[in-house]
C-alpha cells in the first residue's frame, strides 16, 4: 500500500512539473535568451568578416574559438536556432541521464525515470541554463559521454568528446587529470585529446586570423581582476570568500591555496581507488568549487555525481547520508529571489547556499572513496 501511495505521489509530481516546464518551454521560445544572443551576434558577425577592433560584439567575454561552435546557428532565422539551441540542450540532458543510468547495467523503471528528470527540471541551476541560452548541458554530455566511453575502452572516441567538452567549456581540461591517474592505460585518450583540440584551434585560426586571437589573449588578464565577485550568482569558493573578504590580493591568494588543495586531496584520494565513477564525480564537484566564477547555472553539471551518488548510497543504506544528500541538493538547486536584503555576517552564509551545498556533497563523495566497503 505504502509503496502504491509513493508511485502515485511521483506522478502526481511528475505531471505537474512537466506541464509548468511546457509553458516555460513556451517563454524561452518567444523571448531572448541572452547568453545564447550574444553567441549568436558574435558567430554572425564572424561570418560578415568583423573583427575586434571595430565590433566589441565579436568578444563577448567568453573564449573566441567557441564561437565556432556556434557558426551553423547563423544561417537560420534568430529565434528557429534558439529554438534549435534549446532542444540540443534538452536532448543533451536526455542523453546524460540515459549513458549514467546504463554505466549501472540495471533496469529503471519508467516512473523513475521521469521523476528523476523532474528533480532535475525543477532545479534553478537548469532553469538558468535553459532560460539564459547557455551551453552547459552539451558540454556536459559531451564530457559524460567521454567517460561512458572510457569506461568501455572506446579510447579514441573518448578523447574526442573529451575536446568537444573542453572546446566549449575550457574548464574542463582540468579533468585531463582524472585520466592522467592511468597515464600509461590512457596515453590514447590524452594523445587524442591533444590532437583534436590542436585541430579546433587551427579552425580557430582560420575563422578569426592570428591577430584577433592574440588580441583576445590579451584580455584574458581581465579574469584575474577578482572585483564584484561576491555577487550571488557566483557560488564558487571565490563568491563565498568575496563576501567576507574585501582585498583583491588576499582573497585570490586564499583561493588559490584552496584550489591546489581541493585538486590535491581529489587526486589523492583517487590514486588507486577503483571506484572510477565517484573519481569523476569528485573532480566535477572540484571544479565547481574552485572556479572562480562559479555561476548557478554551472552546477547542473552535477547531474552525474547527483545520480552516481544517490545509486551508491543505496548500497550504503545509511540514513544519515541520504539526508546530508538531500540537504545538499535542496541548498544547490533552490535559489533566493532577492538575496540583497540579507545583510551581515549570517546573511553572507545563507547567500552562500550553493556553495554550501556543493561543499557538503564534496565531502559526501570523499567519504564514499573512504568506505569503499559502500560503494
Not at 540579507?342 to 564534496?362: D, E, Q, R, T
Request: glycine share 4%.
Amino acid at each position: 500500500m505504502k509503496n502504491k501511495l509513493i508511485c502515485f505521489l511521483k506522478y502526481v509530481f511528475i505531471i505537474i512539473i512537466f506541464i509548468h516546464f511546457s509553458f516555460s518551454l513556451f517563454n524561452i521560445f518567444t523571448s531572448i535568451a541572452p547568453d545564447f544572443h550574444e553567441y549568436y551576434i558574435s558567430a554572425k558577425k564572424l561570418i560578415n568578416v568583423k573583427i575586434l577592433n571595430s565590433d566589441k560584439h565579436l568578444y563577448n567575454g567568453y573564449p573566441l574559438f567557441q564561437t565556432v561552435f556556434f557558426i551553423p546557428f547563423v544561417f537560420l532565422p534568430y529565434f528557429v536556432s534558439q529554438g534549435l539551441f534549446i532542444l540540443l540542450n534538452i536532448i543533451s540532458l536526455l542523453m546524460i541521464v540515459f549513458f549514467t543510468l546504463k554505466m549501472f547495467k540495471t533496469k529503471i523503471k519508467l516512473v523513475n525515470f521521469f521523476f528523476l528528470l523532474s528533480m532535475i527540471i525543477v532545479s534553478f541551476p537548469f532553469k538558468f541554463t535553459i532560460g539564459m541560452g547557455q551551453i552547459n548541458l552539451i558540454s556536459s554530455a559531451f564530457l559524460i559521454l567521454s567517460f561512458y566511453l572510457y569506461k568501455n575502452r572506446r579510447n579514441f572516441l573518448s578523447g574526442i568528446f573529451l575536446a568537444f567538452a573542453i572546446w566549449t567549456k575550457p574548464y574542463f581540461a582540468i579533468m585531463s587529470l582524472f585520466y592522467l591517474l592511468e597515464y600509461k592505460k590512457n596515453l590514447k585518450i590524452l594523445y587524442t585529446t591533444l590532437l583534436s583540440l590542436f585541430f579546433i584551434l587551427i579552425i580557430s585560426f582560420v575563422c578569426f586570423g592570428l591577430n584577433n586571437i592574440t588580441q583576445t589573449l590579451n584580455s584574458v588578464p581581465i579574469l584575474l581582476n577578482f572585483d564584484n565577485r561576491e555577487i550571488y550568482y557566483n557560488q564558487g569558493f571565490m563568491g563565498f570568500i568575496s563576501r567576507f573578504i574585501s582585498n583583491d590580493l588576499f582573497k585570490g591568494i586564499v583561493s588559490f591555496i584552496t584550489a591546489l588543495f581541493l585538486i590535491a586531496c581529489s587526486i589523492k584520494k583517487s590514486i588507486n581507488n577503483k571506484e572510477k565513477s565517484l573519481q569523476f564525480s569528485l573532480f566535477i564537484t572540484t571544479i565547481l568549487l574552485i572556479n572562480p566564477l562559479s555561476w548557478q547555472h554551472h552546477f547542473i553539471y552535477l547531474i552525474f555525481p547527483f545520480i552516481i551518488v544517490f545509486y551508491k548510497l543505496k548500497k550504503c543504506q545509511n540514513m544519515y547520508l541520504y539526508y546530508w544528500f538531500w540537504f545538499s541538493y535542496l541548498l544547490i538547486s533552490s535559489n533566493i529571489k532577492n538575496p540583497y536584503i540579507l545583510k551581515g555576517f549570517f546573511g553572507n552564509i545563507i547567500i552562500s547556499h550553493v556553495f554550501i551545498g556543493a561543499l557538503i556533497f564534496y565531502f559526501l563523495i570523499f567519504y564514499l572513496l573512504k568506505r569503499p566497503k559502500f560503494t
